[in-house]
């Protein structure tokens, strides 16, 4: 069976650090786009990072830009989110979702993407 299983969420104070892993199951990493989203009870679900297979191109919410690093590491089947300068507005549920197709770029618009995971859960507080 395909899936996506996230880890590394927690509770993180204001500045902090926390890095997300995503590890695929029942299938390689190879060529396919892999992306981001979070989502706060009450508002739509948004697109915050992605990254591409051929050429890994990377791209990234304005909401994140400059603290948040998207990166794989096919050997280890694996995408990481690493998030720095953590906020109270970054709290959210972080998901993970999977595009077969091998573009050179990649999207943040959730209709692209195929396989989901089941989220794991960041708290940014004091």
């Known amino acids: 069976q395909l899936q996506f299983v996230e880890s590394g969420g927690g509770l993180v104070q204001p500045g902090g650090s926390l890095r997300l892993s995503c590890e695929a199951s029942?299938?390689?990493?190879?060529?396919?786009?892999i992306a981001w989203f979070r989502q706060v009870p009450g508002k739509e679900r948004e697109g915050i990072s992605c990254?591409?297979?051929?050429?890994?191109?990377?791209r990234y919410a304005d909401s994140v830009k400059g603290r948040f690093t998207i990166s794989r590491d096919n050997a280890k089947n694996t995408v990481y989110l690493q998030m720095n300068s953590l906020k109270p507005e970054d709290t959210a549920v972080y998901t993970c979702a999977l595009d077969w197709r091998p573009y050179p770029d990649c999207t943040l618009l959730m209709g692209r993407y195929e396989v989901w995971g089941q989220g794991t859960q960041v708290i940014v507080s004091s």
């Open positions: 990254i591409s297979g051929p050429d890994m191109i990377t």
């Open positions: 029942g299938f390689t990493l190879d060529r396919e786009t």
